[in-house]
Nanobody, 123 residues
Framework: QVQLVESGGGLVQAGGSLRLACVASGRTFSTYTMGWFRQAPGKEREFVATISRSGGTTRYADSVKGRFTISRDNAKNTVYLQMNSLKPEDTAVYYC????????????????WGQGSQVTVSS
């Protein structure tokens, strides 16, 4: 079993930046694809980004491409989401998740989830 704990959320003005981190328990972190999802009030949880086991390949939702960067440090069991040029529509609870599949974008393909970290972008 994998336990995931997110940190780094907060309140930021539009155009600003935040970096989220997600630390995983266990010794098998490098065997998991990692992903970030987000859920805004009244909306479905949506895919944001995913990264391969080695960190060499990434994939993004069109809405964040060019502004967000996902990365990982397998030695620290940590995955990051650097968010730049934030917009009010990025306001959501952000979740990290792990999967044994290769870079899935569907929520149902992820096995373990963190508790979420609130990101609020003011206009």
């Amino acid at each position: 079993q994998v336990q995931l704990v997110e940190s780094g959320g907060g309140l930021v003005q539009a155009g600003g930046s935040l970096r989220l981190a997600c630390v995983a328990s266990g010794r098998t972190f490098s065997t998991y694809t990692m992903g970030w999802f987000r859920q805004a009030p009244g909306k479905e949880r949506e895919f944001v980004a995913t990264i391969s086991r080695s960190g060499g390949t990434t994939r993004y939702a069109d809405s964040v491409k060019g502004r967000f960067t996902i990365s990982r440090d397998n030695a620290k069991n940590t995955v990051y989401l650097q968010m730049n040029s934030l917009k009010p529509e990025d306001t959501a609870v952000y979740y990290c998740a792990s999967s044994l599949r290769y870079m899935p974008t569907r929520r149902s393909d992820y096995d373990y989830w963190g508790q979420g970290s609130q990101v609020t972008v003011s206009s």
